[in-house]
C-alpha cells in the first residue's frame, strides 16, 4: 500500500469516526483497520500508535483553521468583513470535517497537556490571537466599539463556533451558510431591536 | 459514616476533580477514596458504580443550571432582562463549580447516550426551551430582532456560556461578574460601534 495523501485522509476520516463515536480510548488499532478493510500491520507504515494517529487529526483540523484565517487577516478587508468571514469559514469547516472537528475539540484539553500540549496547543493560540488581534484593529478603527475587551469577545466568539460540534447535524434544518448569516448578525448587532429613529 | 448531604456533596467534588485531572475513565473508585481519606467499601454507601457517580454528577451540574433559569424564566422581568440574568447567573455557576461543569459537560455526549440520554439530557433540553421560550417571547414583545431564529440565537449563547469550561481559571485576570458583563454587551448590542446620531 502506498503512501499516498488520498490514502492518509482516508484513514484519518475513518479514525476520527470511530474515535467520535465510540470515543478515543474504546476504539482499537484493529477497529481501525477492519474500517479500513486493511491489516492492522499496514496501519503502522502510515502512523506509529493510535496516541500519534489523534495528535495527527488534532494538527491537521487546527491547521484548516489557521489556513483560513491567514487568509482572511492578511487580506485587505475591514475587521467587520474579517470576523464576519472567520464565522463563515469556521462554521463552515466544523460542518463539513465534523468527525475530525468534534474528536480534536474533545481531546484537546489538559488531560492530554503532555502529548499535545506543544505544537496543536500552539495553533490554537495561534487561531485566538488572529481573532483577538482583528477586533482590537477594529476596535481602533471605530468599527468595533472601544469599550470591548477583544479577549471576552473572542472567547464568546469562539465559544459559539466551537460548540457547534454538540448540536450541528447534517440532517438538521439549518445549512453552514444559514448558521454562518444568523450569528453574524448576532455578533455584529446582538439581540437587541433596533431603536426607534426618533 | 452516616449519610448526609455535606459528606456527598465533599464526594461529588473530590471524583468531580480528579475526574477532570485525570479524566474518568483513569480515575478509579479507590483514587476517589483515597483522596476522601476513607475505605473504598464506604463509598458504596454512597453511590453504586463509578458509572453511576458521573451520572449523578452530571445530574446535580444540570439541576443548577435549571434552578437559577426556572427563577429567572418565571419572574416578571423583561426578555432582556431574563437573557441577561441567565448569562450572569450561568457564568457564575460554571466559574464557582468549575470541576462539576467540566465533567459533566465534558461527559454529556452522544458515547454516553445510554448511560446518559434519559434523565440529564431532559434537563439540558429544558434548560435550552427555556433560554429559546424567552427569546421567541423577547421578538414577540418587541425588546429582539423579529428576524433572529431563536434556536440558531439560543445556540450562540450557550455555546460561548459552556465553552467557558475551556479556558476560565479562578487565577485568571477576569472575574465571573467582568466577564458575564461583557457578554451582556455582547450579545444585546454586538461588536459594533454605535453609528453617529445624525
Known sequence: MPENSSTKKELFRTAARLFKEKGYRATSMQDIASQLGIQKPSLYYYISSKEDLLKEIAWVTM????D??????????????????????HVKLICENLDLFTVSLREINPINAETFWSDVVALRDRYENYVRSIIR??????????DMDEKLAGFALLGALNWTIRWYSPQGEKSPEEIANAWKKIFMDGFLAEKEES
Open 63 to 66: 491547521k484548516m483553521l489557521i
Open 137 to 146: 484593529v477594529g476596535k481602533e478603527s471605530g468599527d468595533f466599539k472601544r
Open 68 to 89: 483560513a484565517i491567514e487568509k482572511i487577516a492578511f487580506s485587505p478587508l475591514s475587521p467587520r468583513e474579517k470576523i464576519e468571514k472567520i464565522i463563515e469559514s
